[in-house]
């Protein structure tokens, strides 16, 4: 998802002005207490498929990829050697929404900026506290948003500002591409077909369509933590790079209960789940399935859509389709 937010951010100019070229520092369990790592890798123990960037599926038509990305213009993360390999020989590859389709979405955002805002009713300003309008729009000045603006923001759009961290859409806006477009050119430049499993209006109708009080309270969230969202983003990349997958997911979890409650942060954890990866897996399923039967696909997507019991992995293995990891560097061994 970080790619499609990021790059709304971008068409309306809202890049910060931050010079880093990509996120650097310590990471967040350097400012955590001990044990906590250890808690984290107890926790991801209990999702299926939560280890491992690349595994292969093999069905009728033969072997196929996929690969969880990461969805960072972090020109340092690199994609393996084995991937590279796959989608330069490849019949097809599979993303999520592929340039073209994602072009011709930002050029609608561009003459309809009622997608990320909402002219009607009471503003943000009227339904934060003093403590948490007097943050956001801190918060927002290196976007360059004035008050009047930030007020009339939907409170999804406006967790994705405060929750972005600002290194990330710096190495954005100076042109970085995410790995997902370096997958795609990858393809494109050995004359291999590119698909996309769906359009980006459907991402953003998704996010539009979340009740908005609890988006709310996933923008309270993000500012009660804006202050860490460069050292947890570094964290997470550390996490991703090691194929340490459904730690990304557990240490997300256990930052919310911090701060909100186990019972909020599960209640926030299930709408998002539900929306933006059990449902998306599911409509997929379709595509992937029609590409791996016809073999020696690769499929490209967002790693947190692997693992779990609603992951693509385990949607695959139910529909008869063997799964097997493959680790790359980086990565530990089984």
Known sequence: MLRHLTSLALILGLAPAVAEARCTGPGLLEQLPAGTEA????????????????????GAGGDSLLYGTIHSADPEIRIPAEV???????????????TE??????????TDPTAIMDMTGPGLQSRLSTKEWE????????????????????????MTLVALPPCELAMAAGGAPAIDLRV??????????????EEAAEVIGILDGLPPEDTLDMLRLALVTVDLADPTFITLVEFYEEG??????????????????????????????????VRRNRNWMPAIEAAVDAGNAVVAVGALHLGGEEGLLQLLTEAGYSVERLPVDGEARP
């Open 84 to 98: 590279r390999a796959a989608v330069a020989g490849a019949t097809t590859v599979l993303v999520e929404v592929t």
């Open 101 to 110: 389709e994602q072009a011709r979405a930002e050029a609608l955002m561009q």
């Open 135 to 158: 943050a956001f729009t801190r918060n927002l000045q290196p976007f360059g948003i004035p008050p009047q603006i930030a007020d009339r923001l939907k409170p999804w759009f406006a």
């Open 184 to 197: 795609e050119d990858l393809a494109l430049d050995n004359g291999v077909a590119v698909k996309g499993l």
């Open 244 to 277: 340490r997958i459904a730690e990304i997911w557990a240490m997300s979890q256990w930052m919310a209960e911090r701060e909100v409650g186990v019972a909020d942060a599960r209640r926030m954890a299930d709408i998002t789940e539900e929306a933006l990866l």
């Open 39 to 58: 808690e984290l890798t107890e926790r991801a123990a209990e999702m299926p498929f939560g280890t491992g960037r690349v595994w292969r599926v093999s």
